[in-house]
């Protein structure tokens, strides 16, 4: 006579789809019968809980620090040090590639601030050149 015992409590399992005592599937658990003999058969050692069970302990796990050089980034971006922004933005992204520091997101704000307010600057330049060339009467080309 075959028993069946529950792989993740060890509890003997009577009939039915799921053990009562921890409620693991039946296709789970597993049947020992020791037929070579008619001594009885002992339960096994409690196994470790299947990880899709293990996946419901487990706390969350909180977010790294946030990488310095991505705030900096972002501040200086906003502040208009443009060129400041662009390049702590890309060691920042560096860095939070290697380390899995936070602060993706605040990397590439100042990235693309730094990049924006840069062509914004390099365009008002040259339209000045241009505004300055056209009152002296210059020739441009």
């Known amino acids: ?21 921890c409620g693991t599937p ?3 658990a597993s049947a ?3 037929s070579s003999n008619n001594s009885p058969v002992e339960s096994p ?12 302990n487990v706390p969350k796990q909180q977010a790294g620090a946030t990488n310095t050089l991505a705030i900096v980034a972002l501040i200086t971006s906003l502040v208009g040090i443009h060129l400041a922004g ?3 933005g890309h060691i920042a992204l560096n860095q939070i590639k290697t380390s ?11 990235l693309i601030i730094g990049y924006v307010g840069t062509a914004v600057v390099a365009l008002i ?3 000045w050149i241009i505004w300055i060339a056209s009152l002296t009467g210059a020739q441009i080309g």
Do not use: D, H
Not at 100 to 110: N, W
């Open 1 to 21: 006579m075959a028993t069946t015992y529950c792989t993740n409590c060890g509890a003997a399992i009577e009939s039915g789809a799921f053990c009562t005592t």
């Open 26 to 28: 039946v296709a789970e």
């Open 32 to 34: 020992l019968s020791n």
């Open 86 to 88: 662009i390049i702590c």
């Open 100 to 110: 899995g520091e936070g602060g993706r997101g605040l990397a590439l704000a100042g």
């Open 125 to 127: 330049v040259i339209g």
């Open 45 to 56: 050692a409690v196994a470790e809980p299947s990880s899709a069970y293990q996946a419901m």
